[in-house]
Each structure stands twice: as C-alpha cells, then as structure tokens.
Nanobody, 124 residues
Framework: QVQLVESGGGLVQAGGSLRLSCAASGRSFSTYAMGWFRQAPGKEREFVAAISGSSLRTNYADSVKGRFTIARDNAKNTVYLQMNSLKPEDTAVYYC?????????????????WGQGTQVTVSS
C-alpha cells in the first residue's frame, strides 16, 4: 500500500500562489499516474489535475486550466501542484491520489490510494 503525504497548504490572498507537494512511499512511483483532487465544504470531491508516470501526459479541470500546473519528480517520489492566480472559489481541502495504473483520468474511482489532505484557503 502506497502512503501519500501532502504539504504546502495555507492561507493566501486572492491572486496569490501556493505550491502543494505530495510525497509517496514505496517503489515503482514512476509507473503510475498521480492526481490532485479537492473538496470544498458541502461539495463532492472534484478532479483538479493528473499526470502520467513519465510526465508526458497531463490533464486539468477547466476551472484551473492556465492557472495550475501539475508536475512530478520521480527521483524524489513527489508530485507537485503549482497554483497561481488563486481565487476564493479555490478554497478547499486538496488531496493527492495514486492511480491504479498509468491512466490520466478525472475518474476518482480509478485512484486507489489517497493522502490525508491539506487545507487551502483563499481570502478575497
């Protein structure tokens, strides 16, 4: 079982930036896709971004395209989410997740390991 630990969340003003990190335990990190999801109070968990094992393929939710960038460092077993031009509606708990294979998908049912989440709060 892969363990995932997120960090980097916090409070930021609208228009600001944050970078989230997710460190994964175990081997074979480069063989599976990773994703970021978020969940705001009273809402369902939603897809944010995903990246393939080799970083060749990425996918983003329409709401974050052009503002967020997902990246990974396989030597460090870490995936990142750079968030720029943050808006109050980006406020949520952000989770990283491991895909069951190497599928860049927004379907959360295809992710089998999840981190504990990190809070991101954007003030207006």
């Amino acid at each position: 079982q892969v363990q995932l630990v997120e960090s980097g969340g916090g409070l930021v003003q609208a228009g600001g930036s944050l970078r989230l990190s997710c460190a994964a335990s175990g081997r074979s990190f480069s063989t599976y896709a990773m994703g970021w999801f978020r969940q705001a109070p009273g809402k369902e968990r939603e897809f944010v971004a995903a990246i393939s094992g080799s970083s060749l393929r990425t996918n983003y939710a329409d709401s974050v395209k052009g503002r967020f960038t997902i990246a990974r460092d396989n030597a460090k077993n870490t995936v990142y989410l750079q968030m720029n031009s943050l808006k109050p509606e980006d406020t949520a708990v952000y989770y990283c997740a491991k895909n069951v294979l190497n599928i860049v998908t927004m379907n959360r049912n295809l992710y089998d390991s999840w981190g504990q989440g990190t809070q991101v709060t954007v003030s207006s």
